[in-house]
C-alpha cells in the first residue's frame, strides 16, 4: 500500500460511544464489578472503538479495505459510556498509524491498519515481545496450553442483529446497511461466539476484558446473515502484576471449503482481583 500522494492525516469528530453489554452483570461492563476492580465505571468493548477509525481507512484505501484490509489495535485505558473520543489516522508507506484520545487527551488506544497480513503491525510486533509465562505463575489460565485448538466452530451474525446495532454504532455507513458487511466490531463479535470453548479451561469466576484487538479479512467482506465455521489456536500465554493473559486466534471459512475469509487476533487479559484464586 502506498498512500504517498494522498491527505497524511484525517480526523474524526469526537464521538460518544455507548457500554452496549451494561447489563452484564459480573462482566468488567457492569458498573459495580468494573468498580470493584478499579475503573471508574462499567467499560465499553474495545471492539465498538474499531468502528470510529472506518471512514478514515475508506477515504485512504477506498471500498477495497473491507475485502482484504486489517486494523489492529493496543488498548492503554478503558472509557466508560458516552465518554468523547476522537479517532485518527495518519497515512505511511506500508501501513496507517492509528491513534485515539478522550477530551483531557489521555491516549485510550494506538495501532496500525493496512491491506493483507501485516507482520510489522501493532500486534503482531507486540506479541513477539512478550515474554511467556511461567506456568507455575498462572491459576487462572493453569490448565490452557499454548497451541491448544479447536476446530468446526459455527458462527453467525444475524442481519437483524446487525441492524439494530446499527442504531448505536458511532459510524453507521451505508455498508453495514445495504450490503450487510460486518463492521470490525461485529466481525468480533462473530469471533467471541467461540469464546466458550476456547476458554472452557480457563478458571472461574474471572473477570476479562480486551487487551488488544487485530481484525483481518483476506476474502471479504464478512456479512452478516452467512453461515462460517471457524477455528482457533492458543498463541501464548503471559502474565503481568495485575492480570492473566491469552493471545489466541479465531480464523474463519466457508461451512464446506474454501480459503481462509478472515482472522480475528485476541488479546484478554484476566483480572487476579477477580478471582478467589488470587485471594490474599
Known sequence: MSVADRPKAWTSEFRQ??????EAKGSIHDDATAAKLGFKGGTVAGS???????????????????????MSLYFAQATVDAEAVQAQVEAGED???LTMRNEAGAQICEGTASF?????????????????????????LKAMRVGEEHHGMPVRVEADYLAKSLERL???????????????????????????????N???PSVGLFGALEVEQFH??????????????????????????????????????GPDLGRVLYL?????????????
Open 17 to 22: 460511544p455507548r457500554n452496549s453489554a451494561a
Open 48 to 70: 465498538i472503538h474499531m468502528d470510529q477509525f472506518v471512514p478514515g481507512l475508506l477515504a485512504f484505501m477506498g471500498e477495497r479495505w473491507f475485502e482484504i484490509g486489517a
Open 95 to 97: 501501513r496507517c498509524r
Open 116 to 140: 493483507g497480513r501485516d507482520p510489522e503491525s501493532e500486534l503482531a510486533r507486540r506479541l513477539a515481545a512478550q515474554t511467556p509465562a511461567d506456568p507455575e505463575a498462572l491459576r487462572i
Open 170 to 200: 458511532t459510524e453507521p455507513l451505508p455498508a453495514y446497511r445495504d450490503e450487510l458487511v460486518l463492521p470490525p466490531s461485529h466481525v468480533v463479535h462473530l469471533a467471541h461466539q467461540t469464546r466458550t470453548r476456547v476458554l472452557a
Open 202 to 204: 480457563s478458571a472461574r
Open 220 to 257: 471479504g467482506p464478512l456479512r452478516a446473515g452467512v453461515d462460517y465455521r471457524a477455528r482457533s489456536k492458543v498463541l501464548k500465554l503471559t502474565e503481568s502484576p495485575k492480570t492473566e493473559n491469552v493471545w489466541y486466534e479465531v480464523v474463519f471459512t466457508h461451512p464446506t471449503d
Open 268 to 280: 484478554l487479559r484476566f483480572m487476579k482481583a477477580s478471582s478467589p484464586l488470587w485471594a490474599s
